[in-house]
Nanobody, 126 residues
Framework: QVQLVESGGGSVQAGGSLRLSCSVS?????MAWFRQAPGLEREGVAV???????RYADSVKGRFTISRDKVKDTLGLMMDNLKPEDSATYYC???????????????????????WGKGTLVTVSS
C-alpha cells in the first residue's frame, strides 16, 4: 500500500515561486502531480518516471520542475513564475495504470492513477 502526504502549499503573488513536497511510503515507479481548481476537473501537471524522465502539461512547461529523491522518499514540484490561473489544490499521485511511455493524454488523466494524497492548497494573487 502506498501513502502520500503533500506539503508546501501557501499564498504567493504572481511571478513568485513555491516548492511542493510529497512524502512517499511504499514502493512506487512513476509518480505525478495533479491540480484541481474549484469547479474544474482534476488535471495532470507533471509526471516523472522511476529513472527521472519527465513529462509536463503545456500550461506549466518551462515554469514547473518535477523531481524525486529516492533516498529521502520524496517527490518535489518547484513552481516558478506562478500565475493566478495556477491557483488550485495540488495532489501527488502514484500507481500508474500503464507505462511512462504512454502518451501525455493518458499520463495526465487522473483515472489512470491509483494512489492519491489529500492535497495542498496553492493560491496565487495578481
Amino acid at each position: 500500500q502506498v501513502q502520500l502526504v503533500e506539503s508546501g502549499g501557501g499564498s504567493v503573488q504572481a511571478g513568485g515561486s513555491l516548492r511542493l513536497s510529497c512524502s512517499v511510503s511504499g514502493t512506487t515507479l512513476s509518480m505525478a502531480w495533479f491540480r484541481q481548481a474549484p469547479g474544474l476537473e482534476r488535471e495532470g501537471v507533471a509526471v516523472i518516471s522511476s529513472i527521472g524522465s519527465t513529462r509536463y502539461a503545456d500550461s506549466v512547461k518551462g515554469r514547473f520542475t518535477i523531481s524525486r529523491d529516492k533516498v529521502k522518499d520524496t517527490l518535489g514540484l518547484m513552481m516558478d513564475n506562478l500565475k493566478p490561473e495556477d491557483s488550485a489544490t495540488y495532489y501527488c499521485a502514484a500507481g500508474l495504470k500503464g507505462s511512462f511511455g504512454d502518451l501525455n493524454r493518458k499520463l495526465l488523466r487522473p483515472e489512470n492513477w491509483d494512489y492519491w494524497g489529500k492535497g495542498t492548497l496553492v493560491t496565487v494573487s495578481s
